[in-house]
């Protein structure tokens, strides 16, 4: 069973900065497919970024393109999101998920992500 915790949420202007972390327990298996989502109110979830816990391809949405980067701590069993240059519309409820079972790099599709963090508020002012 994987569990993944959520942090480092919360109020920033645009412009600025917030990194956000989700811990990973119950596995450290390194094919692990692990990504962020984002959900707005009234909005559909979108896959932000995602990358396998043991490197390679990285996936970007393109709004995020230049402005966020995925990264993991193999050490910690932690993955990050460094997110720069925020906008008013990355307003959302951020989600960490994973999946232990292959899913074709590049991609970042709800549906294919089995597990699920509660997630983590990122509120972004203009």
């Known amino acids: 069973q994987v569990q993944l915790m959520e942090s480092g949420g919360g109020s920033v202007q645009a412009g600025g900065s917030l990194r956000l972390s989700c811990a990973r327990s119950?596995?450290?298996?390194?094919?692990?497919?692990i990504g962020w989502f984002r959900q707005a109110p009234g909005k559909e979830r979108e896959g932000v970024a995602a990358i396998y816990f043991g490197g390679g391809t990285t996936y970007y949405a393109d709004s995020v393109k230049g402005r966020f980067t995925i990264s993991r701590d193999n050490a910690k069993n932690t993955l990050y999101l460094q997110m720069n240059s925020l906008k008013p519309e990355d307003t959302a409820m951020y989600y960490c998920?994973?999946?232990?079972?292959?899913?074709?790099?590049?991609?970042?599709?709800?549906?294919?992500?089995?597990?699920w963090g509660q997630g983590t508020q990122v509120t972004v002012s203009s």
């Open positions: 998920a994973a999946e232990l079972t292959w899913v074709v790099a590049d991609t970042c599709r709800g549906s294919d992500f089995g597990y």
């Open positions: 119950g596995t450290t298996y390194s094919s692990t497919y």
